[in-house]
């Protein structure tokens, strides 16, 4: 087969079997990097429906909705009574590919799990004084495991921080924290700005306070696309 070309061989391999494609997958590395970058497992290994999704509301109230099928309802705790707390007590902050971030922890409402959140570490260089949220990133056919990002966001005023009014933002180097599932704590990354700025620090500030809470992210394909306040998209 290694006279094969890649199209052909992915025709090959995705006309097997789930079980012995998963196999195929630790056969050759090819074989693997085949599978993976085209995806051929993502119809066995996630669902076909969607059984629910979460809504988290804007102001006023800010509260998290669920909304699901009558057949699959029982299915989900939506309610989080598995945490031990009262509803009103349970502030979701971002979900990702059916796991919630709540600040101090990742749960998964199908199967009644929580793993702990290690304590905010303290901000980066230059960044204390940023306002910072935490978003979750995950992807099972990707990988099993999650990531959480604190990513800083230009404060809505004026205030004394080492960046003035007209640097560039994001910067072309900066440095945030990630929290890693497989080690367990927050780690510090550095990331290389590709491209153009998005605009420049005095262009990031916000006259709404509304406007940053409804800065979302999207995961896909091993980035985090992150919605800034002056409707630019920042990859990381």
């Given at each position: 087969?290694?006279?094969?070309?890649?199209?052909?061989?992915?025709?090959?391999?995705?006309?097997?079997?789930?079980?012995s494609l998963a196999?195929?997958?630790?056969?050759?590395?090819?074989?693997?990097?085949?599978?993976?970058?085209?995806?051929?497992?993502?119809?066995?290994?996630?669902?076909?429906?969607?059984?629910?999704?979460?809504?988290?509301?804007?102001?006023?109230?800010?509260?998290?909705?669920?909304?699901?099928?009558?057949?699959?309802?029982?299915?989900?705790?939506?309610r989080l009574d598995?945490?031990?707390?009262?509803?009103?007590?349970?502030?979701?902050?971002?979900?990702?590919?059916?796991?919630?971030?709540?600040?101090?922890?990742?749960?998964?409402?199908?199967?009644?799990?929580?793993?702990?959140?290690?304590?905010?570490?303290?901000?980066?260089?230059?960044?204390?004084?940023?306002?910072?949220?935490i978003f979750l990133?995950?992807?099972?056919?990707?990988?099993?495991?999650?990531?959480?990002?604190?990513?800083?966001?230009?404060?809505?005023?004026?205030?004394?921080?080492?960046?003035?009014?007209?640097?560039?933002?994001?910067?072309?180097?900066?440095?945030?924290?990630?929290?890693?599932?497989?080690?367990?704590?927050?780690?510090?990354?550095?990331?290389?700005?590709?491209?153009?700025?998005?605009?420049?620090?005095?262009?990031?500030?916000?006259?709404?306070?509304?406007?940053?809470?409804?800065?979302?992210?999207?995961?896909?394909?091993?980035?985090?696309?992150?919605?800034?306040?002056?409707?630019?998209?920042?990859?990381?």
């Amino acid at each position: 087969m290694e006279l094969l070309p890649d199209d052909i061989l992915a025709n090959i391999l995705r006309r097997l079997p789930p079980c012995s494609l998963a196999i195929s997958r630790g056969v050759r590395k090819d074989w693997c990097a085949i599978i993976d970058a085209r995806r051929l497992l993502r119809a066995d290994l996630l669902p076909l429906r969607l059984d629910g999704f979460f809504c988290l509301a804007d102001q006023p109230d800010s509260q998290t909705y669920f909304f699901s099928r009558p057949s699959t309802h029982h299915r989900i705790d939506a309610r989080l009574d598995f945490l031990g707390e009262q509803r009103d007590d349970v502030n979701i902050v971002d979900h990702c590919n059916g796991l919630l971030l709540l600040w101090d922890r990742v749960v998964n409402p199908a199967t009644r799990q929580w793993m702990p959140l290690s304590p905010f570490p303290r901000p980066c260089v230059g960044m204390e004084k940023f306002y910072h949220n935490i978003f979750l990133a995950y992807d099972p056919v990707m990988s099993p495991h999650y990531s959480v990002v604190r990513f800083p966001f230009v404060p809505d005023i004026e205030i004394n921080i080492k960046f003035s009014e007209e640097s560039e933002w994001p910067p072309s180097t900066f440095t945030i924290h990630v929290f890693s599932s497989t080690e367990q704590r927050w780690e510090e990354r550095s990331f290389l700005r590709e491209g153009e700025a998005t605009g420049t620090i005095a262009d990031m500030r916000y006259d709404d306070w509304t406007l940053l809470l409804q800065c979302g992210t999207v995961y896909l394909k091993g980035a985090l696309y992150v919605h800034c306040p002056n409707n630019s998209i920042i990859r990381n």
